[in-house]
């Protein structure tokens, strides 16, 4: 089984560019989320979809970042314009847990390395 | 989500045993403890969870007491590959859609 990638692995662009971070979830996984670590810091939560919908965006930093996923499968991140505190690492997770009683557990693509110039 | 604490780093040799203890003072009564681990240039793998007391799977153990306010990550004999980052993270995870909150984790060195 496919594990949750990524695209691309390594992004560098200038500020006040747009990027968009692509992420492909596991196959059947109705759960996407979004994290990112920047410099130095801790692994923070961004949002959350269950299928095509937003259900929690409070990690979202400002409104320079679109997240979407049409059609309930793969999901972009977009930044822009792109600023210079935006550089780090962005992850997408998923999980297959849309109800039940198993506990949820994601699963972490391997990230994408966004430097803003 | 209850707050965890656990060493900021832990040197071992290959071959020992590894125990990562991380507190979670402060954990609710639908909170689950798993522990997630990173290795460079990677996304975090999951690697165990539990409720109480025990659980052991092929790559840890995870020592819960009885009053859940800690979590013992116990690896068996370690390799030079087990040098990861371990993240003890606590939460609701029951519910889909929990988000994770990682702190600084425990960075794990292990040499030959």
């Known amino acids: 089984e496919a594990g949750v990638t990524q695209f691309p692995s390594h992004s560098v662009i200038e500020k006040g560019q747009t990027v968009t971070l692509r992420c492909d979830p596991i196959s059947g996984h109705d759960n996407l989320y979004w994290y990112r670590r920047v410099m130095g810091k801790e692994i923070k939560f961004l949002l959350h979809?269950?299928?095509?919908?937003?259900?929690?965006e409070s990690g979202m930093p400002n409104n320079r970042f679109l997240a979407e996923r049409t059609g309930g499968t793969y999901s972009t991140l977009k930044v822009q314009p792109a600023e210079l505190e935006d550089s780090g690492v962005y992850f997408c997770a998923s999980s297959p847990l849309a109800g039940g009683s198993s506990t949820d557990t994601q699963y972490f693509g391997p990230g994408t390395r966004l430097t803003v110039l | 989500l209850a707050k965890t604490t656990q060493p900021i780093s832990m040197d071992s040799y290959e071959g020992q045993e590894v125990n990562i203890t991380c507190s979670h003072n402060n954990i609710a009564t639908n909170d689950y403890i798993t522990w997630y681990q990173q290795f460079p240039s990677q996304g975090p793998r999951f690697i165990i969870q539990g409720y109480k007391t025990k659980v052991t799977n092929e790559v840890a153990s995870l020592f819960i007491p009885a009053d859940r306010k800690s979590s013992t990550l116990s690896l068996p004999r370690v390799s030079l590959s087990d040098t990861a980052v371990y993240y003890c993270l606590v939460g609701p995870f029951e519910q889909a859609g929990t988000a994770l909150i990682f702190g600084k984790g425990t960075t794990l060195s292990v040499s030959s």
């Open positions: 979809f269950v299928k095509e919908s937003k259900q929690d």
